[in-house]
């Protein structure tokens, strides 16, 4: 089958790395697999076997998704993002899918409505329309007004023919950030946790006894390094490592080593080895997108969570709250973030040591493969 995913990743790279996940999951069941990307380059994360297709790029300013900026900064304007449906139309229009992705929209992305819709219309007006599927992490950003879930509803009835839901409905069901009317329930495809295989120990054990400190690929996570930086003054008899990723890495790196002259601190970008330093760690730092939940779950790292709750964000923290109650885990609040508190909290998880590696639930791309498979089988 040929199989398009669509998606748009924003802030930092969680929404285009579980597209990748799906997408290698249908190449390696013998699908040819486009995935289509809107958003901000990102060569760390692991595009193998899969086509992916640059859209002109585009990021939120900051925490303000209605505001979107070309890569060079400038407000993206009409003629920009006309290119970008013209290049995503034709992509639709020239591939053919037999199954089309759309990762996140209608239930979000709303400042690109008019791109998804263009090509949801196109996939239609294809010879032979294509099996449509949408793609939801396990929590929503909650609808501020009920015109949202109206809007929503409408398209999964007018363009759907199915809603893939990333986790398991006795964890998380979907009603728990988002209303689930009836009609909506019966579109749900509940396929498990999208997660790459569990991450294998480092080959040079990278990472041992190390404080691993990551926050995604945006420049959002820079109050979590300088505590972090702060937290490895008091804890000197421990390494800490931060990982920085985003396109300004290198300059955020320039400004954080001059913090962190003098601590027991290492800074560099993002590597795409980071999945294999977790299991050596003596513990990880992180926000707690849906991505980097689930790699401290397959890992058994000890863990701390500072959830990314900016302009309203509140999806990272309900996630974070569903894990507090796990051994070596602990939730810290952004409010509560500073170099005393986040050392506390580290040397509180480490004491309570690694726990076992959760190795349930997590076949969600697998599951995804056998849902889409079933529904285009159906219809022929």
């Known amino acids: 089958m040929k199989v398009m995913i669509i998606v748009t990743h924003l802030l930092g790279t969680g929404h285009l790395s579980r597209a990748l996940t799906l997408g290698r999951a249908f190449a390696e069941d013998g699908n040819e697999v486009l995935v289509v990307s809107g958003g901000m380059p990102a060569p760390q994360l692991d595009s193998n076997g899969v086509t992916l297709l640059g859209l002109p790029p585009l990021r939120s300013d900051g925490t ?44 979000g992305r709303r400042s690109l409505a008019s791109e998804f819709d263009v090509a949801l219309s196109a996939a239609q007006d294809l010879p032979r329309r294509p099996v449509i599927l949408n793609s939801v992490r396990d929590i929503l950003a909650p609808p501020s007004k009920p015109a949202k879930v109206t809007r929503a509803e409408n398209l999964v009835q007018r363009f759907y023919d199915g809603v893939l839901v990333h986790s398991i409905e006795s964890i998380t069901p979907l009603s728990v950030s988002w209303p689930v009317s009836e009609q909506l329930e019966k579109r749900l495809h509940y396929t498990g946790f999208v997660a790459p295989e569990p991450p294998q120990p480092h080959p040079e054990a990278a990472g041992r006894d190390e404080v691993l400190v990551s926050a995604g690929g945006g420049s959002v996570g820079q109050p979590i390094f300088r505590a972090a930086i702060e937290a490895a003054r008091k ?38 080895d980071f999945r294999q330093m ?3 760690a003596a513990a990880s730092v992180s926000m707690c997108g849906y991505n980097t939940a689930l790699d401290i779950l397959q890992s058994g790292s000890p863990a ?37 508190s986040l050392a506390h909290a580290v040397d509180r998880v480490i004491s309570d040591g690694p726990r076992a590696p959760q190795d349930h639930g997590f076949d969600g791309a697998q599951r995804t493969v056998e849902i889409a498979k079933h529904l285009w089988e159906q219809r022929t």
Request: charged share 20%; aromatic share 6%; no cysteine.
């Open 64 to 107: 303000d998704f209605t505001r979107l900026l070309t890569q060079s900064g400038e407000v993206a304007d009409d003629a920009y993002r006309t290119a970008r449906i013209t290049a995503l139309t034709q992509a639709v229009q020239s591939f053919q899918p037999q199954i089309l992705i759309t990762e996140l929209f209608p239930f």
């Open 278 to 280: 977790l299991p050596h």
């Open 304 to 340: 701390v969570f500072v959830p990314f709750d900016d302009g309203k964000e509140v999806e990272q923290g309900l996630r974070g709250q569903s894990l507090s109650g796990m051994s070596a885990i602990e939730v810290l609040a952004s409010q509560d973030l500073n170099g005393t």
């Open 235 to 272: 804890m000197p008899n421990r390494r800490w490592h931060l990982l920085v990723g985003g396109q300004d890495a290198e300059a955020r790196i320039t400004e954080l080593s001059q913090l962190a002259e003098g601590a027991r601190v290492t800074l560099e970008p993002v590597r795409p």
